[in-house]
Structure formats: C-alpha cells, structure tokens
T-cell receptor, first 113, second 115 residues
Framework: GENVEQHPSTLSVQEGDSAVIKCTYS??????FPWYKQELGKGPQLIID?????GEKKDQRIAVTLNKTAKHFSLHITETQPEDSAVYFC????????????FGRGTSLIVHP | GAGVSQSPSNKVTEKGKDVELRCDPI?????LYWYRQSLGQGLEFLIY????????KSGLPSDRFSAERTGGSVSTLTIQRTQQEDSAVYLC?????????????FGSGTRLTVV
C-alpha cells in the first residue's frame, strides 16, 4: 500500500506568519492530492486539492504545490489567522484498484494571536 | 440533506454490548466510507461501499465489526461485544464517484465510549 508521511507533526506560528506542511507519498501512480482540515469536534473538511497535471493551485490564502518527480506535495497558508488552528491531513489517491486513500497522520497547526 | 449526517453524535456503552452507528450520505453520492479516529491519531480505514458492488471490508479490525448499506444510501456500522479499545470517533464520508477522484465529504462523527 501507499506510504504517506506528513511533516511537521506540529507547527506553531504567530498570527500573520506563513505555514507550510509537506506530504510525501510512495506510489508514483497517485494522481489526486487533497488536503483536509479538521477542527476540534468536527470531521475533516476538504480545503484544497490538486491533480497530477497541475503544479500549483491557489485559493485565497491557501495554496497547494505538487512535485511529482520527488513525490511530495505541500500545503501553504499565508497570513495565518487563529481560525486556521486545526489538524491538517493529506490523502493522496491513485487511480484504479480500491480508490481508498491513505491519510497522513496529520499536522497540528497552532496560530498564536 | 446538504451534508453527511451521522447519528448518534455521542454514544456511551458498556463493555460487551452491541452498538449501531448510522450514516446518511449526501444524496446521489455512490461512494461511502467508514473511518475510525482514536484520540490524537490519524484516520484508520474500516470499510468502503461503491454503488451496488461488494464492499471492501479490508480495514475492519475484527469480525465483531460489520457494516451494511441499504438501497445505496444509508449505512449502518455495527460493533458487537464492544471492548474498551473500540472507543474512538467513527467517521463516515461520501463521495460522488470514486473513479473521478473527488474529495470526500465527512460527517461530524460518532464519539463512542466503551466503559
């Protein structure tokens, strides 16, 4: 199965700083790369995704970049706000087979006001 | 409804009892997944339903766990003879079509506590 690792496991920043979370994966056939945000007491919520034919995608303060050669993709959050504090998960998927993604272990982002 | 609905939101049960957890996916979503999340941990895959195909049960941790999906919509996860290690948040997610690689929409989960 796919090996997925996220780094760092915990990230603490000051409000207004940028935050970057990296996800490495092992299956070169993976072609869909989403990021989920999980707030306390809630289920994960899809916040941004990218497909293998695109290198970068932006949505306001968040962006995802993909390096297929190196098999990693990253979540970038600019101008962080306290409400960005949450656990973030990556979950790459490969086509075919079971279509069941392997989730990373999560990154806890803490934004200090 | 607009989102994935799970019930109950919280369940406390005695060790050895059976429990049923319910998931109402988004209407029209053909793919439905159950995950388990222990305190401070990541998401552990349990079972996956896709349309009328046989479910992928490869993630079920023991034969005490089972799930069904009736009419391609509502799903029930059943845990028999609950143990304390079953305590976790059980999350359900649905997706329009697995083949097109859409992201999941998760419910808020059922927090199960076995005492």
């Amino acid at each position: 199965g796919e090996n997925v690792e996220q780094h760092p496991s915990t990230l603490s920043v000051q409000e207004g700083d940028s935050a970057v979370i990296k996800c490495t994966y092992s299956d070169s056939a993976s072609n869909y790369f989403p990021w989920y945000k999980q707030e306390l007491g809630k289920g994960p919520q899809l916040i941004i995704d990218i497909r293998s034919n695109v290198g970068e995608k932006k949505d306001q303060r968040i962006a995802v970049t993909l390096n297929k050669t190196a098999k990693h993709f990253s979540l970038h959050i600019t101008e962080t706000q306290p409400e960005d504090s949450a656990v973030y998960f990556c979950a790459p998927i490969r086509p075919g087979g079971s279509y069941i993604p392997t989730f990373g272990r999560g990154t806890s982002l803490i934004v200090h006001p | 409804g607009a989102g994935v609905s799970q019930s109950p939101s919280n369940k406390v049960t005695e060790k050895g009892k059976d429990v049923e957890l319910r998931c109402d996916p988004i209407s029209g979503h053909t793919a439905l997944y159950w995950y388990r999340q222990s305190l401070g941990q990541g998401l552990e895959f349990l079972i996956y339903f896709q349309g009328n195909s046989a479910p992928d049960k490869s993630g079920l941790p023991s034969d005490r766990f089972s799930a069904e999906r009736t009419g391609g919509s509502v799903s029930t996860l059943t845990i028999q003879r609950t143990q304390q290690e079953d305590s976790a948040v059980y999350l359900c997610a649905s997706s329009p079509d697995r083949a097109l690689n859409y992201g999941y929409t998760f419910g808020s989960g059922t927090r199960l506590t076995v005492v």
